[in-house]
């Protein structure tokens, strides 16, 4: 599939009203896209809702049917999409299939599960309303606006796009302006994969933020939103004037927890892959570790062991890649130099660890826990280390943050009890974001790290509106209850039953 075209149409050369999408690790430009201007995007919403109805008219067994022959069709064409993550963001070919496997299962779980969780649900009317019936109908919302980021531009939107869909709504997507090719990849193969479908289920409009901004404004029936946390407060700023409900996927500061009794070099090698991978450019990835004094030692040595091999490159083999937003460098580096100043020592790398296009692993210890590097999202290549008396005091650290994403725990013992008591979205016990490859799980933050949650039932339920209705079936004579009829015989008879039913309390 061409990446210079996109559903929008041919771009221009680059000027004020296209972007030029650049491959981070050589400043090559692998595609150039028209810009939409707000009426334009406003025109995008207005087509998406008009197919919104025919889309969601095919009801749960049709949309399944489409969202799977989507899958296969990604499946199929899976090594030219890695291909293209890897050109665009950077992250190794084999890393960029990973991601897209983990998309195709979302896609295909809420696919497959749309209809039992979201058909009409019928619940008790209690005893005071028994001649009522009473359901719950889950109506799609209409046109969902998803604004991604680029770290992991299919994993990251797909988990609203899939879920929206799945739901019977149509979606209009913002891509990062770093992967814009990806995006537009994404929205082509839907409808390549569904060719007799009509236009707009699934589209795109590209810029850079203000183009996002328009979504936001455009008549959108919701914003799904996954990116920075101050991105995400200013969009709903915006989503308030008109009340556009929002879900945001924001930032996170990830810790992990290593108790006394963890396998330590197991815990070690996750970690490592959880900070490491992806340049540390992950929402759930691992940034501060809390290790108990009593392995401390041995679990600075192994992870030492692991990361100083690591080699950030293009070529094949590469453990992880370049730096996909050049203006996020200098935000690792004065982590870095802040951590160093304020009593961090570096066991792995240092300042100097930060090149042009790629960062070098690097590793501190005791670092003060109020330096930007403990602080902040960093979203790089580094990892803070600080050596905890006990399990209590890493979880009181651990929790010190205002962000509340994802948490990982290592303890063969204790895994559950400390992952309980982690004030975030996600922990994954004795191994790494595992949570983020269950689609049944929900995924979401608490505190800036967001609001709602995309993936499993939660996911599928974000998209729709629930419609309560109550059905009398049959009148009951003399009891009245919602009637100017109603009757002093009638309140002593509910007076009395009452007491029955929640009298005896004491
Ligand atoms: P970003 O906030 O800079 O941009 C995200 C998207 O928002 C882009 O498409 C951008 O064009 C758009 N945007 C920018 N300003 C806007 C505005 N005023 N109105 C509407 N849209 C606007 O984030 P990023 O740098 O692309 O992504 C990295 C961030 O995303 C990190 O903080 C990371 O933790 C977070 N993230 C979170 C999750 C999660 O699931 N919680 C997943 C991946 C990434």
Partial sequence: MSTTETNSGTAPAQSASALASKNPATGDVISVHAIQSPEEVRAAVERARSAARSWNALGFDGRKQHLLRWVSYLLDHADELSELIHAENGKPVDDAYLELVLAVEHIAWAAKHAKKVLSPKKVAPGLLMANFSAVIEQHPLGVIGVIGPWNYPVYTPMGSIAYALAAG?????????????VGNYLADSFRLANPELRE???TTVNGYGETGAALVTSGVNKIAFTGSTPTGKRIMAAAAESLTPVLLECGGKDAAIVAADADVKAAADAIAFGAMANSGQTCVGVERVYVDKRVSDEFITEIKKIIRDLKPGDAEGASYGPMTMPSQIDIVRSH???????GGRAVVGGADSVKERYIEPVVIVDADETCSAVVEETFGPTLTIRTVDSADEAIELANASRFGLASTVFSKNHGMEIARRLRAGATSVNSVLGFAAIPALPFGGVGESGIGRIHGEWGLKEFTRPHAI????????????LSFKRTKMTTSLVKQTMKLLHGRYK
């Avoid at 870095?336 to 304020?342: G, N, P, Q």
Wanted: net charge negative; hydrophobic share 45%.
């Fill in 169 to 181: 709504n149509s979606v209009v997507f913002k891509p990062s302006e770093y992967t814009t090719a």
């Fill in 200 to 202: 707009h289920i699934l």
């Fill in 470 to 481: 109550a059905n009398q079936r049959f009148a009951i004579p003399g009891m009245a209850l």
């Fill in 336 to 342: 870095i130099e802040d951590a160093l100043e304020h």
